[in-house]
């Protein structure tokens, strides 16, 4: 399965903005989905994910309450909806993909099989 990140860009802070992961080449609906992203010198981090019937959602420290996760699978993709928007949010952001209809939200990089490539997150302040 192919992954296309879309939607970054430059936002003030506070402002808010929607990523979609859109699919290709697999039967999306079959495949947990989470997003990560990785700040210039830092590492990548988890930010949310979601299992491959919307059934379970997870965030990561830095995305609870102000980010949302979900999926239209008839449209093969996820979206991430970020409100109230830090600097500290900058960022590339990258979605990732793996078969699986498990329960569980998978939250370490090793368990993703596909990744996107990518799209930036800068907040302004």
């Known amino acids: 399965v192919q992954l296309q990140a879309s939607g970054g860009g430059l936002v003030q802070a506070g402002g808010s903005l929607r990523l979609s992961c859109t699919a290709s080449?697999?039967?999306?609906?079959?495949?947990?989905v989470g997003w990560f992203r990785q700040a210039p010198g830092e590492e990548r981090e988890f930010v949310a994910g979601i299992t491959w019937d919307g059934g379970s959602i997870g965030y990561g420290d830095s995305a609870k309450v102000r980010f949302t996760v979900s999926r239209d699978n008839s449209k093969d993709t996820v979206y991430l909806q970020m409100n109230s928007l830090k600097p500290e949010d900058t960022a590339v952001y990258y979605c990732a993909a793996r078969e699986s209809t498990s329960s569980l939200v998978l939250i370490r990089e090793p368990l993703y099989h596909y990744w996107g490539k990518g799209t930036l997150v800068t907040v302004s302040s």
């Open positions: 080449g697999g039967t999306f609906s079959r495949y947990a």
